[in-house]
């Protein structure tokens, strides 16, 4: 279960694929949600390892294990709140998942070898009705 976290960026996911950004569109950035990521090269990341398993719910509730979501492709697996506080850097990391999925759905290769995944850190309000709302709406163009 090979897992990359969205902070990774965009394009370093699509790499580690063998795909590039050369040809898609940014999003549009406007000072109410506008948020620069770090300079490429100021940061290090953790080495991309197995995640841990456990119990987890679906988007019905369901009670699963979290290496059914994990297997067999590489994992962009966020660590969400739907009631962000932030009102920059929720919409940001939104919008990078909302284009890699946009890019899963042009791309193949990337729709066959990468899932996305959030996982909640409130789920006391974010229950699985409220997460199968956010799947939606990062789905929705």
Same mark, same amino acid.
């Given at each position: 279960?090979?897992?990359?976290?969205?902070?990774?960026?965009?394009?370093?996911?699509?790499?580690?694929?063998?795909?590039?950004?050369?040809?898609? +569109?940014?999003?549009?950035? *406007?000072? @109410?949600?506008?948020?620069?990521?770090?300079? +490429?090269?100021?940061?290090?990341?953790?080495?991309?390892?197995?995640?841990?398993?456990?119990?987890? %719910? @679906?988007?019905?509730?369901?009670?699963?294990?979290?290496?059914?979501?994990?297997?067999? $492709?590489? *994992?962009?697996?966020?660590?969400?709140?739907?009631?962000?506080?932030?009102?920059?850097?929720?919409?940001?990391?939104?919008?990078?998942?909302?284009?890699?999925?946009? %890019?899963?759905?042009?791309?193949?290769?990337?729709?066959?070898?990468?899932?996305?995944?959030?996982?909640?850190?409130?789920?006391?309000?974010? *229950?699985?009705?409220?997460?199968?709302?956010?799947?939606?709406? *990062? $789905?929705?163009?």
């Amino acid at each position: 279960m090979k897992i990359a976290t969205f902070t990774l960026g965009l394009p370093l996911v699509l790499a580690s694929l063998g795909l590039t950004l050369s040809a898609q +569109p940014q999003l549009p950035r *406007t000072a @109410d949600y506008d948020y620069d990521p770090p300079t +490429p090269g100021s940061y290090t990341l953790p080495v991309i390892k197995e995640a841990a398993d456990g119990d987890v %719910l @679906d988007l019905r509730g369901k009670p699963r294990r979290l290496r059914e979501f994990t297997r067999g $492709r590489v *994992t962009v697996m966020s660590f969400i709140y739907t009631r962000c506080s932030s009102a920059k850097a929720c919409p940001y990391a939104t919008g990078v998942l909302r284009q890699l999925h946009r %890019l899963s759905m042009q791309e193949a290769q990337l729709s066959r070898e990468m899932r996305l995944l959030s996982m909640s850190f409130d789920p006391a309000n974010d *229950t699985p009705a409220r997460m199968a709302g956010y799947a939606d709406f *990062t $789905r929705s163009d």
